[in-house]
């Protein structure tokens, strides 16, 4: 390849909502210092929007509404997209990585579904695909990933990538509200979308577990690969258990490579508090990774808003600008390892089980028959006699008093775990499970669990 | 430029140390994969050592005591210098790369005082220069301030950046421990050396300071423009000062913008405990980063160690391998602003003063008018009422009784509260100084100083 000798690189922008509307602003107010860390002016030379009203920050002659003629001209060196989602976006970027465009993008979506032919496309004609922005926002995370720890074996990256459910079950945490209060508070202060499934079912962190397994792991992981579960059941009991147990609760994102295999999922999870992760709260993101050699790492930062994610894909830009000047290329996506991904069933956890039990004699012996049968091994159990009367005492006569058992187990595949707690259920002596929650200790020692409130 | 053709990449290697000897290893435990990201295989030509004594995990016909003649090898593509100091090291690697060899170095001190003659002669030949292991060991740090944050403004980096130091510290505020016992603690765990002063009076962590200030503000800044203050006059008291305050005290390197001038220093200070680089404690080592759009980030990890720094040198080494493949480049350091420094005196912070005074009337009118005088703004005093009979009463009757002023300023030029401390110790009814830390909010509001013990 050979530099382009300095002239101004040419950029597309698709999308000026919140975030492009900063990348515009961006641009402007820091010409001249993108321009020396580039090697060449950026100019922008046009933005498609959906419709045409006046954008305060954009030229009325760079508006369109002609994404497709937008991407096809013979000028455009870069594209930014920040439009989102599958179609049409999809076409779009192929057909600009296809003419040898360059594009960055934050659309997590459309990377975790087919991240693998936007890197194909970008491979063969020589183009840059960057994607900083489509996890964690500001945060740098898929260049150290990616770069930095290419000399490395990442073996596990876990992370809090959602900043709405984080804040629901810190603000749940902080005040003992349940989740629905909690929700509604999020919302009133702008942290929650007026429709928040994606966030709280935990597709958003699903695609964005997908992206970082996928550069993690040198495989390709899909948002379908990844097992999901959002915090609508997490109650306040759920919170106030985990506490007592020195634990906090997060939403996480994990990917892990275990034995050449890769097991990349969402739900929520008791980690203990003095995991660097547990005390990330509010709308705050963090991503943590060990890596064979490096140890355990954490980045921390905000992952969303219009400034932050503008800053990363504005580092995206320079990036594949500064190619253009040199001559040169980014990293390739290497996806040499094509890794099978484990079921959730195969996947290795722990569970916190919180039974409520008839407190009487030989209950506590049945329940841990049933974890023995399937082969699941207690850490710790803890009894808490509760003192009521039975609501089972259909006789009029008092019936046994209640307890709750609290237990937590060893590692186990989570199918052994489910199973166990479903043969719990048919116990005579247990009226029901009042929580059931996995325990990641994430290469920290869980060491204070059964340790009281 | 044009690629190499897929050839393998050959290495040389400057020093087998501790972290050269985890370099060795991983090239060849790792070469399947190495290859794959690079796109061509890794070869060790050669290992420069000052002894020829055995390495275990390097085939004698490597080992070489010939540097000079090593880094001369037409065959060598990239030279990894993990040898340290200032000569005869900067000879070599200028050599290495005015000959269009790239330079992958963990040298701290070389790159501090010279970094920027290497980086000429790197810009000049075409080669790369990357040094991500000369600051914070396994953290990917430099490459997301060079790269991720490229389209952003820095205002601030604030860093933990030294393990002695931390773990010192540490043990100090959770045993109470005083300086030389916390030291001693320190060696005989193996975080502190036998001659501690490159640790423990901050010059490590200055040059590293040098680093982060240059790279992030795009100008030059050396080791020597970097103020410095070890952590040796740390006492016991100042740390239950520090906790009385809901602060605990680090050894900060701090690089700051203010206004178009750089402020780099390294000293220790109190930070509130509700920050996120307050519960990075024993060895670990973070950085925390705001940015005009990213707003307020962290990275957390191991700052040293053997595996931990080899981890960032193969980051580096990929980088630089790929580039000979495909014929690209890193990034330049653009030290494009040249920005002047400033002095101690005319930077800005707060401090944190405790004095020894006579409990009697008009004390604090006195103190404060000294404080008035010199334009600093105090923000919260407590006076400490101690009971005891006065030390200075020599007439046998008894003194004026003793107490503690505790006082926190505002922002004031360090010049200014260094003169009012000096004028402090002239006034009749104070009879020493306790003490006196800088306090830093580091992008955080200091809400809880003075809220009592």
């Given at each position: 390849m050979v530099g382009n000798g300095g002239r101004p690189i040419s950029i597309a922008l698709l999308g000026c909502g919140v975030v492009g509307s900063q990348v515009v602003r961006l641009l402007t107010e820091q010409a001249d210092e993108l321009a020396a860390r580039v090697g060449a002016p950026l100019r922008l030379v046009g933005v498609a929007v959906r419709r045409p009203q006046r954008h305060p920050d954009v030229p009325a002659d760079l508006l369109t509404t002609d994404a497709a003629g937008l991407v096809s001209r013979d000028d455009v060196d870069v594209v930014v997209e920040l439009v989102g989602g599958i179609e049409p976006v999809r076409g779009l970027l192929l057909t600009a990585l296809k003419a040898g465009k360059s594009v960055v993008s934050a659309n997590k979506a459309l990377l975790a579904e087919d991240g693998a032919a936007l890197a194909a496309a970008a491979d063969e004609s020589g183009a840059d695909l960057y994607y900083e922005a489509s996890v964690a926002g500001a945060i740098p995370l898929l260049r150290p990933i990616q770069q930095s720890l290419a000399g490395d074996r990442i073996v596990r990256v876990a992370g809090i990538v959602n900043g709405t459910t984080n804040f629901i079950l810190s603000a749940m945490a902080s005040s003992g509200a349940n989740y629905t209060e909690a929700l509604e508070e999020a919302g009133r202060l702008g942290y929650a979308e007026a429709d928040p499934t994606a966030d709280v079912d935990g597709y958003d962190a699903a695609s964005k577990a997908a992206i970082l397994a996928s550069l993690a792991f040198h495989t390709r992981v899909t948002a379908d690969d990844v097992h999901r579960e959002g915090i609508r059941d997490v109650s306040a009991a759920d919170i106030a258990a985990a506490k007592a147990l020195g634990c906090t609760v997060k939403l996480l994102a994990i990917c892990e490579q275990v034995d050449g295999r890769v097991s990349a999922r969402v739900h929520p999870a008791m980690i203990p508090r003095s995991h660097p992760l547990a005390s990330v709260s509010g709308a705050y993101n963090a991503v943590f990774i060990e890596a064979a050699a490096a140890g355990q790492l954490m980045f921390y930062g905000q992952g969303a808003g219009g400034p932050q994610t503008a800053s990363a894909v504005l580092g995206d830009l320079v990036a594949a600008a500064r190619n253009r000047v040199?001559?040169?290329?980014?990293?390739?996506?290497?996806?040499?390892?094509?890794?099978?991904?484990?079921?959730?069933?195969?996947?290795?956890?722990?569970?916190?089980?919180?039974?409520?039990?008839?407190?009487?004699?030989?209950?506590?012996?049945?329940?841990?028959?049933?974890?023995?049968?399937?082969?699941?091994?207690?850490?710790?159990?803890?009894?808490?006699?509760?003192?009521?009367?039975?609501?089972?005492?259909d006789d009029g006569a008092p019936g046994p008093k209640d307890a709750t058992l609290v237990i937590v187990t060893h590692s186990a595949s989570d199918a052994a775990l489910a199973a166990t707690v479903q043969a719990l259920t048919g116990l005579d002596a247990v009226r029901g499970v009042a929580g059931v929650l996995r325990v990641e200790g994430l290469g920290r020692p869980v060491t204070d669990l059964g340790g009281g409130s």
């Open positions: 040199i001559g040169g290329r980014g990293p390739r996506d290497t996806a040499h390892a094509a890794l099978p991904v484990l079921s959730m069933g195969e996947t290795h956890t722990r569970y916190h089980v919180a039974l409520d039990v008839n407190d009487r004699a030989g209950v506590l012996a049945q329940v841990a028959g049933v974890f023995a049968e399937h082969g699941v091994s207690i850490a710790t159990v803890r009894q808490e006699g509760r003192g009521e009367a039975g609501r089972d005492a």
